[in-house]
């Protein structure tokens, strides 16, 4: 293994550990604002810290050839869909935080991280084919699930559906990241979308919230972190890191963010799970590191994972 690809892979880890432990601090954020306020502001500094480092790229890519008309589609193409997927994104977004309200930062990081599964079996539907792997990883995930959040009543909690929910809306905007970041600028599209379910969220939060000054102060700490860390630096850490890493590789690593995330609530915000909801933990992050994994040679998964791009 090279230097290029072990620095990819740390930044990887880096960029995991950061998603990871964004769960607390939306965790703690939700005590004092909305989720549509907190996601507003968060998403609205993470679209503002793109701006610099697109503007550098865009000076290094500027040649004085480029024709205009030419530029004026991309520019429509681009805005349209970042409009598309920041909505998508504010939909799985809103999900979250209101469900993390209702659930702990483990448990709410492993749910949403099923997301890795769900992309293969929306895939099926779209005619993707998918290999004897994702079937054992679903397994895997589904029952892991049960132990995790079904309760003794054989009733899933209000939160952990909410989180549930909010992982299928999440499969979905990683398709469409991914049908978009070969036709538009990626990271063009990232700042439009962020731009976008900021916007969204505010007005919702105008709407549905009592936003107050008090609010946003005490939770200042975790939408700074939601808002350049998890967002701007954790996205910018994966563009680069991924130039060097294989799709594959990549998505197994990112994946530990909900490890990342249980350790986050029990170091920081003293969360203990029962030794059932662990076992589940484990089973959900087997059942999403088996469709990764080469176990039957002959089949595989067509499903294009590369653009894991969960923005917490």
Known sequence: ???????ANMLLLLTAAIWGFAFVAQRVGSQYVGGFTFNGI?????????????????KRKKNGNRNESNNEVSTKKTIVSGILAGTILYTGSTLQQVGLTYTTAGKASFITALYMVIVPIIG??????IGKNLW????FAVIGLYLLSINENFSIGYGDMLELICSIFFA?????????CNRVDPLKLSCIQFAT??????????IFENITISGISNALIPILYGGFLSTGVAYTLQVVAQKNAKPSHAAIIMSMESVFGAIGGALLLGEIMSTKAYIGCILIFVGILI??????PKQSIKT????VTTIY
């Open 1 to 7: 293994m090279n230097n290029k690809i072990i620095q």
């Open 42 to 58: 968060r998403f609205a500094l993470g679209s503002i810290s793109l701006i610099p480092l697109i503007i550098y790229l865009d």
């Open 124 to 129: 099926l539907v779209l005619g993707h084919k």
């Open 136 to 139: 054992v990883g679903v397994g």
């Open 172 to 180: 979905l905007h990683i398709l469409t990241i991914d049908y978009f």
């Open 197 to 206: 379910s900021s916007c969204l969220s505010l007005i919702s939060a105008f």
């Open 291 to 296: 469709p990764q994994i080469k176990i039957f």
């Open 304 to 307: 294009n994972v590369k653009d």
